[in-house]
């Protein structure tokens, strides 16, 4: 197991992370296994963070490889490798850096998965059928409506405060990865069924307040400790959705639903930096992976309408 001085390293680098970068706390969360399991590694071949070498890095990511991991999760292993030893560095804990010129796998970058429009409607459509209850049906509405009509990430749909949607807005304010903000504009039928939602959620307010109990401040709110509805029990409820919408569940999830808003909104002629503002991405390459839509329709344009091509 790691030691004292690895223990505080991974601490003291992830506050700072938290503190100076605005890192997301998933990202976070990763970092730590990550870096957790570096730190493992090196107490079981006697080495300390402050003088392992560099080929002791090389070793583990070759270690990595064979167990089997993805090139992804070994770039991204790497990546934290990297950052807390510039970030040992920085602070003099250590007089090299020794994962500062180490090449990693490489991240390739994968065509999203995405939905049809026609699935998109299904899904829709589902939604307002399935569920334990009526009030159930319009949470889960509420839930597909703003997630297919914003493109959110699940972790800031469900974690919407309730004031953030009060007064029928055109438009809601969202706060997504490390602490960034982004106004999101609401489609028509994504404010009626929020509109019906919140007359359920008041309903319940108001029995709440009635018993004596706190009013939940969460749009979605759950008993759990964090307030609000979980990821977790989003991602089965969307698995009911799919079926009942007769669709592969292992085709659906929140990301492929936010693949989908963005694929859509590139088809129907939207423009890359609007569809970056609106999924709130930082790097505008990071947007650009949905180019591969348009693909198709070049492809179409230039048979149709080229010269060389009649006939």
Known sequence: MAGATETRW?????????AEAGAARNTLLAYGRDLRDFADWAAR????FETLPREAVERYLIACDAQGLAATTRARRLAAIRQLF????????????????IRGPGRAKRLPETLSAAEGEALLAAARTTGRGPSERLRNTCLME???????????LVSLPVAAVRGDPRMILVRGKGGRERMVPLSDPARAALSDWLAEWDAQA????AARQPVPRHLF???GRAGHLSREAFYLAL????????????????HVLRHAFATHLLEGGADLRAI???LGHADISTTEIYTHVLEERLKALVLERHPLARG
């Open 239 to 254: 698995r009911q959705i799919a079926l009942a919408a007769g669709l592969d569940p292992a085709r659906v999830s929140p």
């Open 45 to 48: 071949d006697g080495l300390a």
């Open 221 to 223: 709110p759950s008993r």
């Open 206 to 209: 108001e029995r709440a307040r």
């Open 86 to 101: 510039a970030f040992a560095y920085a602070e003099g804990w250590r007089a090299d850096d020794p994962a500062s010129r």
């Open 10 to 18: 991974i601490a003291t680098f992830l506050e700072a992370r938290a």
């Open 146 to 156: 703003l997630l297919y009509a914003t493109g959110m990430r699940v972790s800031e």
């Open 276 to 278: 970056q503002t609106l």
